[in-house]
């Protein structure tokens, strides 16, 4: 069975370094913020600027944490193939 990992708006906490970023498949919303900290306390832990768009969804799946960005409209749609494909099912039309 294939561990689904869905981040809403926000995944934030125990909760990103427990279980968020273990699944086989790691699917986002758009523009969901994703971190363990908030942004302000992360630059005041480094003493660093950070980058524009720092822990938004897109700049997470840009540096290899997430697999898809998926609207929530088209969730249902994407994990049927997703799954779909693990199974070597035919695809749903």
């Known amino acids: ?30 523009g969901a913020l994703i971190g363990f900290a908030g942004p302000r306390v992360v630059k005041e832990a480094t003493g660093k600027e950070l980058p524009d768009g720092f822990q938004t969804a897109e700049f997470v799946k840009e540096h290899g944490f997430l697999d898809f960005i998926v609207h ?7 994990i049927n193939l997703y799954i779909d494909l693990i199974e070597n099912n035919p695809l749903r039309t």
């Open 72 to 78: 929530r409209s088209e969730l249902k749609n994407k």
């Open 1 to 30: 069975i294939p561990y689904i990992s869905l981040c809403t708006d926000p995944t934030t906490g125990g909760t990103t370094a427990s279980y968020a970023m273990l699944g086989d498949i790691n699917i986002s919303e758009p």
